[in-house]
């Protein structure tokens, strides 16, 4: 019989403890895309990228060219000349596929640098709001399976959100 108190004692408990729970959510995707530094950090990213490409595509177009006077006077050439040619073209192509994979790090690095802090602005606008309103949670509506209930504070964490934005960008 003391088991069972107990064990609707604990029950209600939780119950209670789980009514008491204030959650929220925000739509961090709708965020991000409004935020003026983010803008620019992707616009940096679509620079870097695009002269990496280019980088690319003239390294390509040499090494191509360089196949191409090959194959036309292959034939005529030495043993030694065609063994030689064939390792400068080897060679060429190591150096395309190497310095694509230094562009693919390159580029990883700048996302993260760019976007840590974007991130950390974002967080910073949901831990304000969420102390605000006295919340316990806050998720986020691109990472919910489901969802029905919670206060939306997409609008608030924005507001926030942008004068963090406003601020940091200041300081630079």
């Known amino acids: 019989m003391r088991k069972l108190i107990i064990a609707l004692i604990v029950?209600?408990?939780v119950g209670t403890l789980s009514a008491q729970s204030k959650i929220g959510h925000i739509n961090s995707n709708k965020l991000l895309d409004t935020l003026p530094s983010r803008k620019v950090a992707i616009k940096t990213l679509e620079d870097f990228?695009?002269?990496?490409?280019?980088?690319?595509?003239?390294?390509?177009?040499?090494?191509?060219?360089?196949?191409?006077?090959?194959?036309?006077?292959?034939?005529?050439?030495?043993?030694?000349?065609?063994?030689?040619?064939?390792e400068r073209i080897?060679?060429?192509?190591q150096a395309l596929q190497t310095r694509e994979q230094e562009l693919q790090q390159q580029m990883s690095a700048l996302s993260s640098d760019l976007n840590a802090p974007i991130l950390k602005r974002l967080q910073?606008?949901?831990?304000?709001?969420?102390?605000?309103?006295?919340l316990n949670y806050i998720f986020d509506e691109s990472q919910a399976i489901y969802s029905k209930g919670g206060t939306d504070l997409t609008s608030e964490v924005m507001s926030e959100l942008l004068?963090?934005?406003?601020?940091?960008?200041?300081?630079?």
Do not use: F, N, P
């Open 11 to 13: 029950m209600m408990s």
């Open 49 to 86: 990228g695009a002269a990496g490409e280019k980088e690319l595509t003239e390294m390509e177009t040499e090494l191509q060219k360089i196949y191409q006077e090959y194959q036309a006077k292959g034939k005529t050439l030495s043993e030694v000349m065609r063994q030689y040619e064939e």
């Open 90 to 93: 080897q060679k060429k192509q």
């Open 124 to 134: 910073k606008a949901v831990d304000i709001v969420a102390e605000r309103k006295k």
């Open 163 to 172: 004068k963090i934005d406003a601020e940091d960008t200041k300081k630079k």
